[in-house]
């Protein structure tokens, strides 16, 4: 368990309910400063919507979510604020069509962050030179292939300098040739420290980037431990059924 002086993420008996379908039953978890915890489990498990939850993309019914020892606000300015700490890569790229990879990375850091342009495109094009794709700075979103783009959506990201990096299944809408590129530059990320809670379904990115592997099965936590551990001695049986029937193929 980290302690308290490093946790960055601190979720406390968290609940919600989608109608009669309990979603997140009474989670608690704790992410430190440099952690990389990688969600996993069956669909439906509760993993997509405890990643949005610590966004505030979906609000909770009760207990409390902590970023850097503040209480998620409800909304407006200080939600604005705090989302910004926490930068968010989605399955879909939701990159706007409209605009150059560039200004697509530009964007939030001179809107939000009242960067002036011209660092605000130098710290653009450094961040999409370190995922790869600087050379296609000027093109639009529609003139990349889906790998590319997921990798400029994490740029995007990385732009407003978050204090931690949510991703929800970012490469499940990949052709698998491009997955790699984009768990690449993730397990990049995880090497230099960035603190990472990431919900796939990619096992061997778990295996080699995760500090900790966190098994949802039915809206519970059913089991936490680092990769070694969860992949050769789960301890629930949730988990060995989970792992018996995606590690066999």
Known sequence: M??????????????KHFGELHVLNDINLTVARGEV?????PSGSGKSTLCRAINRLETIDDGTILID??????????????????????????????????????????????????????EGMALLERVGVANQASKYPAQLSGGQQQRVAIARSLAMKPKVMLFDEPTSALDPEM????LDVMTDLAHEG??????T??????????NRVVFMADGLIQEEAD???FFTAPTSERAKDFLSKILTH
Do not use: C, Y
């Not at 605009?99 to 130098?122: F, W």
């Open 2 to 15: 980290p302690a308290a002086s490093d946790a960055l993420v601190v979720l406390d008996k968290v609940n």
């Open 227 to 229: 990769p070694e551990t």
């Open 69 to 122: 020892g503040q209480v998620l606000p409800q909304e407006g300015k200080a939600l604005a604020q705090l989302r910004a700490d926490v930068g968010m890569v989605f399955q879909s790229f939701n990159l706007f069509a409209h605009k150059t990879i560039l200004e697509n990375v530009t964007l939030g850091p001179i809107k939000v962050k009242g960067t002036s342009k011209a660092q605000a495109r130098e």
């Open 179 to 182: 997955i790699n590129e984009v």
């Open 201 to 210: 379904h990619e096992m061997g990115f778990a295996r080699k980037a995760a």
């Open 194 to 199: 960035m603190t990472m809670i990431v919900v």
């Open 37 to 41: 915890v990688v969600v996993i489990g």
